[in-house]
């Protein structure tokens, strides 16, 4: 080894422009944004690190990390698996394998539940597949008299969402069950239920980019031959857990719309309507349930 010369140390600047030139030679989607954000934590440093001290050296190990992020990201590993956590909305999360890694799609669904429950409102709030959390903890992160439950049938999901309940100083709020949807709740009722179902036909889970076919949790994504199988149970099970007048919103796939919306009808709700995402397609479909009982 002593004829070796020391490999050359990088700094931050140049360590991420060699990382976004070999992702996007790898086919990247996201190459400026994914090299950043492995240098941050591979480099133990800040965004405002890499442009404020751009000349910092990255220690060996820390290059050696990097490359191994890189040589990952490559072969089509998502960012949120690489580093184990992904923002959403105003939380961090941990995130692996068990759960889907929440989208900023599912931002809209947040703000829709937090404007129609205002800060200083008591109230309760189930989630139904709750995953990592993002949307419950998310909910709770802003309503400070706000309690929720959130259900999962993987004990694998459940392990992530407790540890980010934890970190998130949010357990005290929340109880975090496994059941199968809405089985074993009894007669307990909410005055808001979300959820953000699996609706993916199956037969389009093979056409989906690597990172999700291939990484994400088949349970998370795969909604039966029309992915709609999860709304054609929930429909009816949401509007009967739901309290009088309480509200509902759910995430869906940007052409289940119409299909969704009748099904929540079919099932009694009022004011049904869908909401779109940043990216202008429709994500959410939300309503009530009648404060009246029409029954009988
Ligand atoms: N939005 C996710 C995707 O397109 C799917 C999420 C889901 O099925 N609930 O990958």
Not at 177 to 185: I, K, P, V
Not at 282 to 293: D, F
């Amino acid at each position: 080894m002593s004829d070796t010369q020391a490999p050359e140390l990088q700094t931050l600047v140049k360590a991420w422009k060699a990382a976004r030139e070999r992702l996007d030679a790898a086919g990247i989607d996201q190459p400026v944004i994914d090299a950043r954000l492995m240098l941050e934590v591979a480099a133990d440093a800040t965004r405002t690190d890499i442009i404020t001290d751009p000349h910092r050296l990255l220690t060996p190990q820390q290059a050696a990390t990097l490359d191994d992020y890189l040589t990952r990201r490559a072969a089509r590993e998502p960012v949120s698996h690489i580093l184990g956590r992904k923002g959403f909305w105003k939380i961090m999360l941990s995130v692996n394998s068990h759960v889907l890694t929440p989208r900023p799609d599912t931002e809209t669904l947040v703000e829709m539940a937090l404007r129609s429950f205002p800060e200083p409102m008591a109230f309760n709030v189930l989630d139904l597949g709750v995953g990592s959390g993002a949307i419950l903890l998310s909910i709770l992160a802003e309503r400070p008299a706000a309690k929720g439950l959130g259900i999962d049938v993987s004990e694998d999901a459940l392990a992530v969402a407790r540890e980010n309940a934890a970190n998130l100083d949010l357990a005290g709020r929340c109880a975090l069950l496994r059941g199968d949807w809405t089985n074993g709740l009894g007669d307990a009722t909410f005055d808001l239920v979300v959820s953000n179902p699996p609706y993916i036909a199956t037969a389009e889970i093979e056409t989906l980019e690597p990172e999700v076919r291939d990484h994400e949790p088949r349970i998370a994504l795969d909604g039966g031959p029309d992915g709609l199988d999860a709304y054609r149970l929930l429909a009816p099970e949401i509007l009967r857990v739901l309290k009088p007048g309480g509200m509902f919103a759910v995430e869906i796939g940007h052409t289940q719309s119409a299909a969704v919306e009748a099904l929540f009808k079919a099932a009694g709700a009022s004011n049904v309507e869908t909401s779109k995402d940043l990216s202008d397609r429709q994500r959410v479909v939300a309503g009530a349930k009648n404060p009246l009982e029409i029954r009988g």
